[in-house]
């Protein structure tokens, strides 16, 4: 009888430790806020909200993804700054809220450093591993990266040499001072403006031109004012999906090859889209009246040559020499297997 009581409140013992209340705790929900500067009615956001209902399937609702689309969540530098105060866990970033992170990864941005799509994959190729660990440093964790268009020139007047741009005011982001400082020791005059500033200041006379994804020009309009384009690359815009490393250590390993897995086909899918949207943004301005301002090689060279003197000032400052140096091995390898 004594042993059967010893048995009935061990029983009795382990039931309240793993029982119901332990199989919740098990089984907890985790939350993950992710924050988008991008509105939800576009591809990107349609995406995301893919990633969530995916996230949701694959862990049996216990990882809830919740979106914040259209910079509810502010401007990229708060973003970054609630990342860090795990106000928000993850976010959708530019490259500018990636070098807030990591000001390594402005070295993507130099203008004219890397001048193509195929350069853009050979780069990605061999130095996203390398990047991704410097994120990581930083108590963040990559989930994708997103080529998000080419950033060009749009001008109220033609501009076909770097002598051309020199003459005139170019808007750059305020919360960018590292490019601000790149551009000008290039030669270049720029003036800090918001985006949401960006029309009064072009019709003012406070701007001249802008550098921007011609998705972003078509969206606010702009080529309204700069009716012309130059079809010179000047730099990859790039974006990031990141989470924090509180909500990355959060998610149970047996789900995150899964949730790597989505978000990395979720990658994939708006790499193609972004391509497609960049060739539909440029059709419909040309028949509004954009002009593009289309540069011969010879005329390409000349805005190269140009920058590339002042790399070696910008090396150690405003770029960082490591990923530089890398990025010119890998690049000068590419070139010359074409």
């Given amino acids: 009888m004594k042993k059967f009581f010893f048995l009935v409140l061990v029983a009795v013992f382990f ?32 995406k995301l909200n893919q990633m969530a209902r995916e996230w949701d399937q694959i862990s049996g609702g216990e990882v809830e993804l919740i979106v914040y689309h259209n910079s509810v969540a502010g401007e990229e530098a708060d973003v970054v700054r609630k990342l860090r105060l ?5 976010a959708v970033l530019t490259s500018f809220g990636l070098n807030a992170i990591s000001p390594e990864i402005l070295t993507l941005s130099c203008p004219f450093l890397i001048r193509d799509e195929g350069e853009l994959d050979a780069v990605l190729e061999n130095l996203k591993s390398d990047l991704e660990k410097r994120i990581d440093d930083k108590g963040f964790y990559t989930l994708a990266w997103s080529k998000a268009g080419w950033a060009r020139i749009f001008a109220k007047t033609p501009v076909t040499f770097p002598s051309d741009l020199k003459k005139m005011k170019t808007a750059t982001n305020p919360n960018e001072p590292e ?20 029309i009064v200041a072009l019709n003012s006379g406070r701007i001249d031109a802008v550098y921007q994804s011609p998705v972003i020009v078509a969206s606010m309009q702009l080529f309204g004012i700069t009716k012309y384009m130059t079809s010179i690359n000047i730099a990859p815009v790039m974006g990031g999906i990141v989470l924090n490393r ?6 149970p390993e047996r789900y995150k090859s899964r949730i790597i897995e989505s978000a990395k086909r979720i990658e994939r899918e708006m790499d193609g889209e972004i391509q497609r949207l960049e060739r539909e943004a440029i059709s ?23 920058v590339e003197r002042s790399y070696p000032v910008m090396l ?3 770029l960082d020499r490591d990923i530089f140096e890398k990025i010119d091995t890998i690049l000068k390898n590419y070139r010359s297997r074409r």
Avoid: C
Avoid at 181 to 190: D, E, F, H, N, R
Avoid at 246 to 251: L, P
């Fill in 284 to 306: 419909t301005m040309t028949r509004y009246g954009l002009v593009t301002r289309q540069l011969t090689p010879e005329q390409n060279q000349a805005w190269y040559t140009d």
């Fill in 179 to 198: 490019m601000e400082q790149a551009l000008k020791t290039i030669g270049y005059p720029v003036v800090p403006v918001s985006s949401n500033e960006l």
């Fill in 316 to 318: 150690g400052t405003t």
């Fill in 246 to 251: 509180v909500a990355w250590r959060a998610i």
């Fill in 86 to 90: 795990n106000q928000i866990q993850g």
């Fill in 15 to 46: 039931l309240g430790f793993s029982g119901p209340s332990a199989l919740h705790a098990q089984r907890r929900k985790i939350s993950i806020k992710l924050a988008s500067m991008v509105p939800e009615n576009t591809p990107w956001g349609a």
